[in-house]
């Protein structure tokens, strides 16, 4: 190896990952924050000892630029290890790693109304009210707000509107990708019980009763054809390709990244197969990721 090449390749090896700190009241929306970072493309540790931050970067400054941005979730969890966040963060400045710390914040009423609703108890508490709790929390957080890069006070906002402020900070010039699963299945076994759009193909004729055509499955062009030659079967996919241009859109501006679009007919072996075949084609055209699962081919 050259000279060159060699100080490249370590230079890629030891490139110092981007890191978030996450903190922040509990009940205030870190685990939220945590997931729209991790949904970007973040590599995301929940609860790690602050003295293990700086050996989280060392990790990352290995991986030959795999793991390129860290996002640490940091709280009153870790109890006794919590006193060590301040020589972790000198640590990390004077290896000159480049990090954020956001801090997530919310009213004393919002919290309360938020624990009540879930009915656990604040985790500073003890067996004191949840108000003790949250003004324990808010005098061991002090000092970490003062030093916070971005405060969010989610007091009036719900999950989405959180998750646009994350985005907005943290996406860049590139919109939020959306992750698709198309999945065909019979409906003779059954809805997919995390389909979040289903699709009926039964109003096409089934290839089941063309005798030449039983045997195979929609993955077999000429039962695809068949499917696809049947009056409204084009018309169909381009125009339910359509809407789903337009439930994209919207599933991004409300912070919904992951999508299950199960497509069904009888059995999920002839006419939801060659749909779903077709229309993940599609959708992998417009530069949604895309997964195809055929859940119940071969079942019969």
Wanted: contains cysteine.
């Amino acid at each position: 190896m050259s000279t060159g090449t060699k100080e490249a390749g370590e230079a890629a090896e030891s490139a110092i990952p981007e890191l978030v700190i996450i903190s922040g009241m509990s009940g205030a929306g870190r685990s939220t924050a945590a997931k729209c970072l991790e949904d970007l493309g973040w590599f995301v540790v929940d609860n790690l000892p602050p003295a293990l931050i700086p050996t989280m970067v060392e990790l990352g400054a290995r991986s030959q630029g795999n793991v390129a941005r860290i996002a640490v979730v940091v709280d009153v969890r870790g109890r006794r290890f919590f006193d060590n966040l301040r020589e972790s963060l000198a640590d990390l400045d004077a290896k000159q790693v480049t990090r954020r710390i956001v801090f997530l914040e919310s009213s004393d009423e919002a919290l309360v109304r938020r624990f009540e609703s879930v009915r656990r108890p604040h985790p500073l508490q003890g067996d004191g009210r949840i108000t003790d709790g949250i003004a324990a929390e808010r005098d061991l957080l002090r000092e970490l707000r003062g030093d916070a890069d971005l405060v969010i006070d989610t007091s009036s906002l719900n999950v989405h509107e959180l998750r646009a402020k994350m985005d907005a900070q943290f996406a860049g010039d590139e919109e939020p990708e959306l992750r698709a699963t198309v999945m065909s299945f019979g409906f003779k076994y059954g809805l997919p019980v995390d389909a979040d759009l289903v699709v009926d193909m039964r109003f096409l004729p089934n290839p089941h009763w063309v005798p030449e055509l039983r045997p195979f499955t929609g993955l077999n062009e000429e039962v695809s054809n068949y499917v696809f030659n049947q009056p409204g079967a084009k018309e169909f996919l381009d125009r339910y390709t359509e809407l789903l241009q337009l439930i994209a859109s919207g599933y991004r501006r409300e912070g919904k990244r992951y999508v299950t679009i199960a497509v069904g007919c009888t059995g999920g072996k002839h006419r939801s197969v060659a749909t779903t075949e077709k229309l993940a084609a599609r959708l992998a055209s417009e530069g949604v990721e895309t997964v195809v699962v055929h859940r119940d081919m071969g079942r019969e």
